[in-house]
């Protein structure tokens, strides 16, 4: 092999080499992908039994119910529908009716969302940006005149 072929073979190789890592990289990035939902959506969404999802809106007022140990059942809405969700674990300290959620899990075969994580808000202020977008969009939430 002359030196001309040595160098392309080595820069083939290590284009190959690239590519290769890209695609695994998007391949496995595809797969850890979970899309955002607010309850007005899954009515027109294909969501298939046991598709991680999040799940965003606010706590439902009066639905906060405590089973035993750490399991809490609640619903979250966007005014117009609403999902029971079911979540065993601690719930952050700032949990609370009427307050922007984003729960992440799956629909079990009853059609109750089963949360892994519930993620609350940090602030007086703070709502999660998918939960204000999508509030935003229907009309249910305003941004406050001091932002």
Do not use: C, N
């Amino acid at each position: 092999m002359t030196r001309k072929q040595k160098r392309l073979s080595v820069i083939a190789g290590g284009l190959v080499f690239l590519g290769a890592a890209t695609g695994l990289t998007f391949y496995a990035l595809g797969q850890k992908a979970s899309y955002f939902y607010m309850p007005a959506d899954l009515v027109t969404a294909s969501v298939q039994p046991g598709q991680r999802i999040r799940l965003g809106g606010l706590v439902e007022k009066g639905t906060v119910q405590r089973g035993q140990g750490a399991t809490v059942a609640f619903s979250v809405t966007d005014t117009h529908k609403s999902v029971k969700v079911t979540y065993t674990g601690i719930l952050p300290d700032l949990f609370r009716e009427e307050q922007g959620v984003i729960t992440e899990g799956t629909f079990g075969p009853d059609g109750v969302f089963v949360a892994d994580s519930v993620l609350a808000k940090h602030d007086e202020r703070y709502m999660p940006k998918e939960v204000a977008d999508g509030l935003k969009a229907k009309g249910v939430w305003q941004e406050s005149k001091s932002e």
